[in-house]
């Protein structure tokens, strides 16, 4: 009979022999990076017009429209490079998170020069239930409920909505921002956030200049967007007074639904020339309903003032998305309706009115692809253009990848 | 039989005993597992090593959560051959993905109770993570014994329903810069509570900052 040593050093050899080099790894974890890279790659096929989009300073509302040849407008279908995002994350000590994007839009920029859409430092204190958080760097306003994809993309359409088109295109702010979450004993969820930023002071010219379009560009700090005429700068800060502006929301314990409400002023000091003041308030209500059906809709309303040349408009927007979702796929259906009202009767006209029926089915197709079709239907009238009615429909095929 | 095959016979003979518990009532073996400096030690999984032991505990399906985009639990083991099922509760959706080499599969943008179950049937570290949400993260164990046992907030962890008999116990944690095979303990089992400390030097927590406020939404 062997000795109880003798025994133990036998089981300790044989566990050691049993485990082979390759059992040695079973049990290692990768060590998570703390710098890490994402990127996102959107090829379409489109197809739009006969009147060219506004990215190409036509009268059509959606990002892709016709062409413009000697016989006059025609419609077009082509291969666009539609966005190539590039994210770089990285956690760094005391918890914090830093965040930053950079996108091509080809057709947005005029050419493919870089856009440095997000530059955050964020840290957060507590957990899901309550805390609170502060954030420092160049972002969007968090108002968009659809811009909730990768790279902020929208998550349910190809195309966003004309009210979230338009927080998305011309809004890009540098500043700081505070958020408080709380889950109360009786299972509301309450939410504030404060926020302040510089860079605010020509939004809504595009409104003015152009009105509103459908679409998924991603402004950015350094880019510019096209007008009837010309380009207007999205980040511009002449009055060195930041833009206020903050997101409040209640919501049950599961988030089954909620209620959000959006306050934004740029307060800009119209003693400077080119700086507008523009201010709106949205209100939002989402529904996550049995069956996997999501329920969206969000109103806006604002006022957009330039004294030179005067050209004030007042601004108000509205949708209504539902949504359908199994296992990767998506089917989602959007009304929008959407106007600019001209307030002082200036040199040229601001007015506009117009709804658009969008349509959309999006498949997941492993962790790296999607695949989306979209069709839109809109019918628009602004006063400038006269009776054309710019883009009757447009449809597009979107294959995303992301790494 | 000749004097080689007899040979043979106790060679395997000796293995065996040193392999297989004695028959006995059920024991336990308790601990706790500590650092390099002395602190507790949560959410370690000790582990019967020695013999490997697929008794003592039913391979129902075990639940994996999503949870204001946490994964709960975090830390999940289980035995070889069990199906782990990954509803989602929050009304935002996940991509649950894993690509380690113990298990690689992925569970397409969902909400809700619809996902498939996954059976783990290899044994080895299968860390699952978020497509959407960069810093969703946990761990699946799959051990080839149900004797396990996760360590409480105290470091503590207890075995049961091990026979009398010879055990080799090891301890393993997520930063834990040993091997489970480097801290093997062998321990005779009977029937008083038998018990066992494990000392494991830890690497440093990188964990992404998580993001529950409103950015962190998509």
């Given at each position: 009979?062997?000795?109880?040593?003798?025994?133990?050093?036998?089981?300790?050899?044989?566990?050691?022999?049993?485990?082979s080099p390759q059992a040695?790894?079973?049990?290692?974890?990768?060590?998570?990076?703390?710098?890490?890279?994402?990127?996102?790659?959107?090829?379409?096929?489109?197809?739009?017009?006969p009147a060219p989009s506004w990215t190409d300073h036509g009268p059509g509302k959606m990002r892709y429209g016709g062409s413009n040849s000697p016989?006059?407008?025609?419609?077009?279908?082509?291969?666009?490079?539609?966005?190539?995002?590039l994210q770089l994350g990285a956690a760094l000590p005391w918890d914090m998170r830093a965040?930053?994007?950079?996108?091509?839009?080809?057709?947005?920029?005029?050419?493919?020069?870089?856009?440095?859409?997000?530059?955050?430092?964020?840290?957060?204190?507590?957990?899901?239930?309550?805390?609170?958080?502060?954030?420092?760097?160049?972002?969007?306003?968090?108002?968009?409920?659809?811009?909730?994809?990768?790279?902020?993309?929208?998550?349910?359409?190809?195309?966003?909505?004309?009210?979230?088109?338009?927080?998305?295109?011309?809004?890009?702010?540098?500043?700081?921002?505070?958020?408080?979450?709380?889950?109360?004993?009786?299972?509301?969820?309450?939410?504030?956030?404060?926020?302040?930023?510089?860079?605010?002071?020509?939004?809504?010219?595009?409104?003015?200049?152009?009105?509103?379009?459908?679409?998924?560009?991603?402004?950015?700090?350094?880019?510019?967007?096209?007008t009837p005429t010309g380009r207007t700068d999205i980040f511009v800060e002449h009055d060195e007074r930041p833009a206020l502006y903050s997101w409040l929301s209640l919501a049950d314990e599961s988030e089954t639904a909620a209620l959000k409400l959006g306050l934004f002023d740029n307060l800009g000091n119209q003693d400077h020339p080119g700086v507008w003041h523009t201010h709106f308030d949205t209100v939002a209500l989402v529904l996550h309903l049995p069956a996997r059906i999501d329920v969206l809709a969000q109103y806006l309303d604002g006022v957009a003032r330039v004294h030179t040349p005067?050209?004030?408009?007042?601004?108000?927007?509205?949708?209504?998305?539902?949504?359908?979702?199994?296992?990767?796929?998506?089917?989602?259906?959007?009304?929008?309706?959407?106007?600019?009202?001209?307030?002082?009767?200036?040199?040229?006209?601001?007015?506009?009115?117009?709804?658009?029926?969008?349509?959309?089915?999006?498949?997941?197709?492993?962790?790296?692809?999607?695949?989306?079709?979209e069709y839109i239907r809109m019918n628009s009238h602004r006063d400038v253009t006269g009776s054309l009615n710019p883009t009757p429909d447009g449809w597009q095929m979107s294959v995303r990848f992301r790494y | 039989m000749d004097t080689r095959r007899w040979r043979q016979s106790i060679i395997v003979s000796t293995y065996l005993a040193t392999l297989t518990p004695a028959p006995g009532n059920a024991a336990a073996v308790s601990g706790s597992v500590t650092g390099s400096d002395g602190k507790v030690i949560a959410d370690a999984v000790v582990f019967v090593q020695a013999p490997g032991s697929l008794q003592g505990r039913t391979k129902s399906t075990q639940?994996?959560?999503?949870?204001?985009?946490?994964?709960?639990?975090?830390?999940?083991?289980?035995?070889?051959?069990?199906?782990?099922?990954?509803?989602?509760?929050?009304?935002?959706?996940?991509?649950?993905?894993?690509f380690s080499p113990a298990k690689t599969f992925e569970l397409p943008l969902y909400k809700g109770e619809v996902a498939p179950e996954v059976f783990f049937d290899k044994v080895g570290?299968?860390?699952?993570?978020?497509?959407?949400?960069?810093?969703?993260?946990?761990?699946?164990?799959?051990?080839?014994?149900?004797?396990?046992?996760?360590?409480?907030?105290?470091?503590?962890?207890?075995?049961?329903?091990?026979?009398?008999?010879?055990?080799?116990?090891?301890?393993?944690h997520e930063l834990s810069k040993l091997k489970p095979e480097a801290t093997a303990q062998s321990v005779r089992v009977d029937r008083d509570m038998t018990e066992v400390t494990f000392s494991l030097p830890l690497g440093p927590a990188r964990p992404r900052p998580a993001m529950h406020g409103v950015r962190g939404e998509p």
């Open positions: 009979m062997l000795s109880a040593r003798a025994r133990n050093s036998c089981s300790l050899l044989i566990t050691c022999v049993l485990l040695h790894a079973q049990y290692e974890v990768e060590t998570p990076q703390s710098v890490w890279l994402r990127a996102l790659l959107d090829v379409r096929v489109v197809g739009g017009g016989e006059g407008f025609e419609r077009t279908t082509r291969v666009a490079l539609s966005q190539a995002a965040q930053v994007q950079m996108n091509i839009e080809p057709d947005v920029a005029d050419g493919y020069h870089p856009w440095l859409v997000e530059a955050i430092l964020r840290r957060e204190w507590g957990n899901a239930e309550s805390g609170w958080g502060a954030q420092a760097g160049l972002a969007n306003v968090p108002f968009s409920l659809e811009h909730s994809g990768p790279a902020w993309t929208p998550e349910y359409t190809i195309s966003a909505s004309a009210l979230n088109s338009w927080l998305w295109e011309d809004i890009s702010l540098a500043g700081m921002e505070g958020e408080w979450w709380h889950t109360t004993t009786s299972g509301i969820r309450l939410g504030a956030l404060l926020g302040a930023g510089y860079g605010g002071d020509q939004i809504g010219r595009l409104l003015a200049l152009r009105g509103w379009a459908l679409g998924d560009v991603i402004g950015g700090a350094n880019g510019d967007l096209a005067p050209n004030d408009s007042s601004l108000s927007a509205y949708y209504v998305l539902v949504s359908h979702h199994f296992r990767g796929q998506r089917v989602s259906l959007r009304y929008d309706s959407f106007r600019v009202h001209d307030l002082d009767g200036g040199p040229s006209s601001t007015n506009e009115h117009g709804h658009a029926v969008t349509g959309a089915y999006l498949v997941q197709i492993g962790l790296r692809c999607q695949v989306a079709l | 639940v994996v959560d999503q949870i204001h985009k946490t994964f709960v639990p975090g830390l999940l083991p289980i035995v070889v051959g069990t199906a782990v099922r990954f509803p989602n509760h929050d009304q935002i959706h996940h991509h649950v993905y894993s570290v299968v860390k699952i993570a978020c497509n959407i949400h960069d810093w969703m993260s946990g761990i699946i164990l799959v051990l080839p014994t149900s004797h396990f046992s996760v360590t409480d907030a105290q470091g503590r962890f207890v075995l049961e329903n091990l026979s009398a008999g010879e055990y080799t116990i090891v301890a393993w």
